[in-house]
């Protein structure tokens, strides 16, 4: 499928790793191809899975596109092509969060707007649907890299601020949900009671300094050559 071609996309579009379109998610979590035929269904971290539950794709992810010079690319369609804001087809959008250009050169990634957290846990700002690294009251302060890290403008210079977090949910080092983040970059326990704060690293530190989970994180793998592992955070 070329950039340019035009696709009749329902509002969650299902792609698999080449960035070509499978199929439409609908209301039962099922996904549909073009001519009607069952093919899979989504899971809960929006991998596609088929009837032998081997992961043959996932949605289009939705968010920011950042190039690999740091600046915005453009806008997500919902089929997946990522388009300058002149309308110009610059790539599209892989799964794993990945922008790649027709020759799967990797061109940027897909960042999901949220709070930037320091390295000593404090919430610092904030990624704005516009690309924009903002303080808490709306002040541009820098740019956040294609990999998630936020940088200060400094004189001539950038100096790196902190790590913006997406995700809101916390595991325990064995992997079990403990909690969630609130906006303070507290982690908040199922029962509403703090139990320790997220830092840049991803990792959550208790009252005493100590390690006790990690923001959750999801890895698959890529069939296409050239793309064997893939790691994001939702």
């Known amino acids: 499928m070329a950039f340019n071609q035009v696709v009749n996309a329902a509002e969650i579009t299902a792609v698999d790793f080449n960035g070509e379109v499978i199929g439409q998610v609908i209301s039962n979590g099922m996904v549909i191809s073009s001519d009607g035929a069952n093919i899979g ?10 009837e032998d539950n081997e992961v043959i794709g996932g949605v289009v992810p939705q968010g920011v596109a950042i190039g ?3 600046r915005p690319l453009g806008k997500i369609n919902s089929d997946g092509v990522v388009r300058s804001y002149t309308g110009k087809p610059l790539g599209r959008a892989l799964p794993n969060g990945l922008v790649v250009d027709e020759q799967y050169n990797v061109i940027g990634s897909i960042l999901f ?3 930037i957290y320091s390295a000593d846990g404090s919430t610092i700002g904030r990624l704005t649907g516009a690309g924009t690294y903002t303080n808490l009251d709306g002040a541009e302060i820098g740019f956040v890299s294609a990999n998630g ?4 403008k400094s004189g001539d210079e950038y100096i790196l601020d902190g790590r913006l977090m997406s995700s809101k949910m916390v595991v325990s080092l064995s992997g079990e949900f403990i909690g969630s983040i609130a906006p303070s970059g507290k982690v908040i326990n199922f029962e509403g009671k703090e139990i ?3 830092h840049a690293n991803e990792y959550v530190y208790d009252s005493e300094n100590k390690v006790i989970g990690r923001v959750v994180l999801s890895t698959f793998f890529s069939k ?7 790691c994001f955070v939702f």
């Open 41 to 50: 269904y989504i899971t809960a971290d929006s991998l596609i899975l088929n």
């Open 68 to 70: 690999t010079d740091n």
């Open 224 to 230: 296409h050559p050239g793309f064997s592992a893939f």
């Open 196 to 198: 320790g704060s997220v």
């Open 113 to 115: 707007p949220g709070l």
């Open 149 to 152: 890290y936020a940088y200060r």
